[in-house]
């Protein structure tokens, strides 16, 4: 029996959606130049989630090398991003309504979504105990757009001062307002 990426997906109770991953790979590669040089942001994410361990060797890689770090890069993002947020019918399964209704849902309190091979995921971190978050739609309105996905969940799902310690959906949950999760955000984009 071969091991596929879907079922170590499905062993750890995510979904995969290879034509999906597939084409999201190449639309992030298309807009990578072949010879792209290494730049500081690509070090840092390979730094902090890939694993890399001597980024110095990358500034002095060949075309071919750059073009391999491209495609690991990409395949790094595409990964986390599909960790980190769920289908539209686990969306709809964790909300308990019906994927036809998720839309609807969705226009009347804005969920925050990415598109992963042109289909449309939703962050996990909006979701709690079967429904969205409190004041997630203040909290989504208020997104900074020159935040990752990726950087908006580590935010969302990690403790800060700011909040007593607190991850902004803990206080959220805890009946926080979303006054001070907006300005966390803003305040790591700016600082971005």
């Known amino acids: 029996m071969t091991l596929t990426v879907a079922d170590v997906y499905a062993e750890q109770g995510l979904d995969y959606d290879e034509e999906a991953h597939a084409r999201q790979l190449r639309a992030m590669l298309r807009k990578a130049p072949r010879g792209m040089a290494v730049g500081e942001a690509m070090l840092a994410d390979l ?3 890939g694993g890399l361990d001597e980024p110095a060797r990358l500034r002095s890689g060949s075309g071919r090398s750059a073009a391999r770090l491209a495609v690991g890069h990409a395949e790094m993002v595409i ?3 599909l960790e980190l947020t769920l289908s539209a019918a686990q969306a709809a399964e964790e909300l308990g309504i019906s994927p036809s209704r998720l839309s609807h849902r969705a226009a009347s309190t804005p969920l925050a979504s990415t598109a992963v091979g042109g289909r ?3 962050w996990r971190w909006q979701f709690a105990a079967g429904r969205a978050l409190p004041h997630l739609g203040e909290v989504v309105s208020g997104l900074p757009g020159d935040l990752a996905g990726i950087d908006i969940a580590t935010i969302m799902t990690s403790p800060d001062e700011s909040l007593g310690g607190r991850s ?5 949950l805890l009946g926080g307002g979303a006054e001070a999760v907006v300005a966390l955000l803003n305040a790591a984009a700016r600082a971005a």
């Open 120 to 122: 449309k995921r939703y």
């Open 168 to 172: 902004p959906v803990d206080h959220l």
């Open 79 to 81: 990964n986390r991003t």
């Open 47 to 49: 730094v902090e989630r």
